[in-house]
């Protein structure tokens, strides 16, 4: 991946003069890592916005700082909640010679046969996958092709990702990526039956033989008197 540079000057204006900094165009962020102390910077804040935009979590951005450069990773980015506009940037520098965790998102990509074939619905898992690696070796997405999904109910787990070898997931291997459900069907309940108007229905069985009954009683008496 083309190298991402990011020029950085030291930032004075904290707490309520933050506010005056970003109605200057500039973006407040901050650096801090294993090996170095926070320290709080500034950006220009259209330029910035533009390439943070593009980077993902698991992205290296350079940070360039007083004649120094610091390898980094997006850590947070916080937003104005009407505009979207970026207000604040956590930078996490790490070492291109050390392992670090990081989680790396899933592009599901393909098409699946359960879904296209079969009206099946497309339930999606975990979003990421989590691995140690180097930060150089650190992609920016990994791609899960879900094709194999030709019936329902089959699945895709983390352990049917195929990743690098320098890449060591640290997910639950019987964690679920994607599966593909029956579709929901919606239960149609009967319409009550409602007796025609003007048709007599049947007197009711009993009421026949008790009526045949005191018949035959009756009969019965009148013989005997």
């Not at 639950?172 to 309940?189: F, L, R, W, Y």
Request: proline content about 6%.
């Amino acid at each position: 991946m083309e190298k991402v540079v990011l020029k950085a000057e030291k930032r004075n204006a904290k707490g309520k003069k933050v506010g005056a900094l970003r109605r200057a165009g500039k973006l407040p962020a901050v650096i801090y890592g294993r090996h170095l102390e926070p320290v709080a910077i500034e950006l220009e804040a259209h330029s910035a916005g533009l390439t943070l935009g593009k980077l993902s979590s698991s992205s290296l951005v350079t940070i360039e700082l007083e004649g120094r450069e610091y390898p980094s990773l997006v850590r947070e980015k916080q937003r104005n909640f009407i505009k979207g506009d970026l207000t604040h940037v956590d930078f996490l520098a790490v070492d291109l010679t050390e392992k670090i965790r990081a989680k790396v998102r899933i592009e599901l990509v393909g098409v699946a046969a359960a879904v296209k074939d079969f009206n099946a619905v497309l339930v999606r898992g975990s979003n990421s996958i989590e691995v140690e690696c180097l930060p150089t070796d650190l992609p920016e997405r990994i791609t899960v092709d879900i094709a194999p999904l030709a019936q329902i109910g089959n699945g895709i787990y983390v352990r049917d990702v195929v990743l690098p070898p320098n890449l060591r997931v640290l997910n639950d291997e019987d964690e679920m990526i994607a599966v593909a459900t029956a579709p929901k069907v919606e239960a149609v309940e009967a319409a009550p039956v409602v007796p025609e108007v003007g048709v007599v229905e049947p007197a009711e069985p009993e009421l026949s033989v008790e009526r045949g009954k005191k018949v035959e009683e009756g009969g019965e008496e009148a013989k005997g008197e």
